[in-house]
């Protein structure tokens, strides 16, 4: 085969060319610190980029999580601390009233604080984290409980309904406004039973839930939950020795009320039932805590794992490449010295 110099030159050129590509290869390792710039470049890398990728997203995600999990159970657990003070304040307060020395006056003031500690009850059970409330369930944007006036006193309403629509009344009114009473607004009665559960996703199928819902707290049993206890007590402080409540069943509700005797005394035990049943609620928020502490470690010890496999797969080795990119540079010097050699040379050249 007969070589001219216009075939040498062309040769000349594309092997210039393929050496400035090796450089620049070699140079965008070096600058983006990445083994690939395209898929094309190695499938089998870019596969596993892709689903390492995938992991170390799903583990800064599964953190996220875990942190939002325990910030919101660590202000539930604060919440429910500050309940437990305001209910053994109540009872220091239960058993100072309870002693026969004190005057009107004192009982005056006995009462005007319990007021205040049941309205302060009401706004810790209203507390929230970023802007939800976290003892109402997946109701998270409005405040869960309140009080409402009604024909037969005050009463605690939770997300809309009356937690004890029954609970104790004053004695002096007649039964019979109280049975039309509750068995108008007995449909309002707050009677769930399936459980609200908040739950978050911290690892591969593990999930947990995070919040304490409120009426598992302050309870729903006619006559003993927390604050159907306050009523008591303050029908107590006013000087009643008894109080009347309305059983409810059936539908169409079938009502009936009864009279019951009341001794500040007797409401020790209700409060301190009213306490542990608290306590039980805080014990089981704080196992939970306990739980997601070590899926956290757990977590991030999977992150660091997945963050290194990524590393390993995708980013260049400094000094491997070091010699690589110095090496394209050789060749495509030493290519473009030859090659201005070969091409400018020519028959003439030597004829002259």
Known sequence: MRITNSMLAQNSLWDINNNLRRL???????????????????????????KYRNYVSAMEQYQRNADDATSWMEVSESALGQLNEVIQRVRELTVQAANDTNGDEDRQKILSEVRSLKDNMIEIMNTSYAGRYVFGGFNTDQPPYKIESTPAGDKVLFKGQYVSLGGPMDSGQA???????????????????????????????????????????????????????????????????????????????????QTKDLNLSGLLDELDGASNRMLTVRADLGARMNYINKAKDKIDGDYNTFLMLMSQNEDIDIAQISIEAKSAEYTYNASLSVGMKAITQSLIDYLK
């Open 24 to 50: 620049d290869k070699a140079q965008q390792k070096m600058t983006t610190q990445s083994k690939i710039q395209l898929p094309s470049d190695d499938p089998i890398v870019a596969t596993r980029a892709l």
């Open 175 to 257: 039964d019979d406004e109280l049975i039309d009473y509750c068995q108008l607004h007995a449909s309002e009665q707050y009677q769930e039973t399936v459980k609200q559960k908040m739950q978050y996703n911290i690892g591969f199928g593990s999930r947990i839930s995070v919040n304490a819902e409120g009426q598992d707290i302050v309870g729903q049993d006619l006559g003993t939950n927390l604050f159907d206890v306050m009523d008591k007590l303050l029908l107590g402080l006013n000087g009643h020795d008894q109080y009347k409540v309305a059983e409810i069943s059936g539908d169409p509700p079938d009502v009936t009320v």
